[in-house]
């Protein structure tokens, strides 16, 4: 009774359906059509992931409770990082990294080795160190001037309060506490988020963010201190680089008005961070240059940004800051936004006036800063959170930065894909900052059948341990079976075309990044199943 | 610089987009304009909420680690219902229960209750029984012809295997099990999901399904013995009732072909489960009558069912079977469906040589038996379940039973606003059968701003503990700040108009709902803050 032509017509039906609701997708409008060999390597990517969803994620894995692809990152790394779509990924291109706080973007353990070499780093205890409490007694770091150096040898016999020398605190770590391994494990603890923390003692958006923030209060002692911050930023840069990114924008907060010199004194303005910037931009271009990679490298710049606590006067005078750094680095300073918890702090209509202000003295000058604000990091629906999303588009804003809660907003989404405001999703912030308990439950699917465009970022790789780019590309892409190397190709496109290069710097990087793309086609050809 | 000129053109210009971004929602499209006093009980219930969500859900709470407005609902039930919120929510009228699977409607210990009035009802072990695997030992129960009654007075003595009467194992359960108590903790316990199985050692989609599957095939032993079934389903019918719902269309599980009568044998075929049915209607109608609310009970309806398991020529039998009793019970039978986890079952294409058929032998018999398919009931992107979406729609069903993964497709999600496709959204059972962590990462803020119809129904209140639709109607209401009483109204007026009721009972059902929900605002009124 269901005739064979009832059946055609269901069929031919059914396909239009599914082509039309998936015909925004932005792999589709870039104008690359999937070559043979494009054809012939998703397959071969499909197979591997569905091949490692029903081994490698069903096995028993005696420390991960309820493995999955795309589950809890903190959890799941170790197993990610043993299958080979990881490893096929690791080696993809990726374009830019539009979305990253500079001040959590270089692993902890290399931090801690770069402050060890300089004998004017200094910690010192909150509260009195025992074994028990040791996970939640948190250091504070910080240069000191020579004049204030103190001859303690040992945490154990300094008072609460005293600062010590952080190589002496290290050499003399109590052996009961692990000695100096344990010292390097507790400074490191204290730099990052753990599995317990984000899955079960801060399992909530609010709580995670309180251990989240405070982690940038205590970095902040070792990483803004001038020699330091000039190899952290080249450390990044190389390690980003390694990773297949080909240039990055980072956003650096200015709201200190001063880091810390060599000297100990707290000394050094804003203009002198875009000079060290500026030379680690040079000093790692020329090294990539040596080895005969500098193609990989295009270079990097800055989102000026300020924490979304200080009052619409102090604004104004981190307007004119960005204004005037704008004027003598204007192939750095890129963009301007507002950082910090959207949840508990203030929202973009608070400071209307001075953004107002701001836009019509941009214009003033003649200059280009746009907006590139974070919005809509939240679960609300309705709340200050959610709502900056509509003064962020009102204001301009270039991009959106994580726009978690944009999918709930019909008009909102039609106009990030008509005006092409691309949005910067960072699937394993948003999932360690408990917006979502896994990749399975991100909205990303949402954008990326709506059209939006969408640049994959790490947010804050040091913090969560998602170093470059390739654990989050990794995420989605085992998230999804409409995902495929079409998407993968479509997301580090999208990286370059909506960053904030210039006609001639975007025009290189696209000219790379195809030329590369088409090597790891040729690769992942290599990649037997 | 920010001239009040400008500022003013800003707010006029943000009004708007935030206006234009909500416009679709059917709260505004519901022909009922909002009344001086509905604006008034809008704010108080506000207030409340805003008020308990910075006390009652920010105290400290012993048994509940991180208690927030929206939280997983087992562990927050007991907080829930000490709030003013649900005490209010709990005298809304809730209109019509769109989707909810019979055999999980009536809750566990009443079903208990009824099993041990009958001699006939037994139980047995399928494995020893001890104090530490007594939460995951299983029982089984059956009703016995009387033939193979047995004297075993105790499960400690039978045989494990060995059919007891219930009334027995009862009286008879060990002390050190918790005698008689005890064995009511361990039946219920055997019935419901608990939130240690939820939120620990079954949380994934995948494991809880498992634990979740094995309730109905328990359960089942219990409710499909004639005498508890009438009086299983006049309890579903009054408790509905008794918590302000007029109207139901349960999901009824045919894929057994017949029930248990008294006699024990299994011999009560489909069209005697109708006559039960309707005898459960009639009897209940009076009961509410007599007590003067005959207006508060307008009916209930059958959407025929079988589990997605099946062959595609066993279902050939099972639509000719719908076809059948729709003649003779024209009345009753309302819909189709195919119910049974998505994700591990076959999907829609599988079955559609005879879904077409039936669809040509439904138009040749004159009759109307529309589709109400579960579809996108998944986290899976691309994945059979989430592609059942669009064959549910190319089949033209009437209604999306769950439709989870729908926010995800555009196209899809704009036919279901243009062709008023409802979507049965059940948000307590999405976030304990895992496809949420909490109402907060629920997609239905997205749906609701489409302009999608929505009705919010309960799914398997007896499983998961959300008897009634109180309960949903509070995580949903204070998950958003949205959300307001217009809201709630519209999801009620949705769940009426969206039914399948014939044109009279939902002019009926309407006028009841519009008496009562004036009465309602009165209420709200009264709730001084």
Redesign the interface.
Known sequence: ??SPA??AD?SS??GS??A??RS?RREFTHANAQSDKEIKADKIIRKIRALEAETIWREDHPDV??P?PGMEFLTGKSIIMKTRIFEILSKMPKGALLHSHLDATVNAEYLLDLALKHPFMHIRLQQPLTAETLSSNIPVFRALPAAYFTNHTSLMSAEVGSWISLQNARNSFPSDFGGVKGFDKWVIGSLTINPTEAYDTH??V??IWQKFTGIFLTSAGLIRVQPIWLEYIKQFFRSSVDDGVSYVEARINFLPKFMVGSDGQENIPHREWLLLFEQALKDVKEEFAQQGRGHEFIGAKIIYSTIRAITPEELDWYTEDCIALKKEFPHLIIGFDLVGPENAMKPL?YY???L??FR??VEEEGLDIPFIFHAGET?????EA??NL??A??LGTKRIGHGYSL??????VDICRRESIAVEVCPISNEILR????M??H?L??LL??GVPIALCSDDPAVFGNMGLTFDYYQVFV?????GLSTLASLARDSIQFSMMDAQEKAQATAVFEQRWAAFVDYVLTCEV
Do not use: C, Q, W
């Open positions: 009774m269901a009832a059946l269901y039906r059914r359906l599914i039309d609701d925004m409770k309820h999955f399992n909530t609010e709580k209509i209307i006036e001075p107002l202000r019509t003295r679960l609300g629906d309705g709340t959610d709502v509509y003064d588009i009102l999918f709930k907003h019909p008009k909102l917006l979502t308990s896994s399975l439950m909205p699917p949402a059948n709506n998230a999804s079976e409409i995902n």
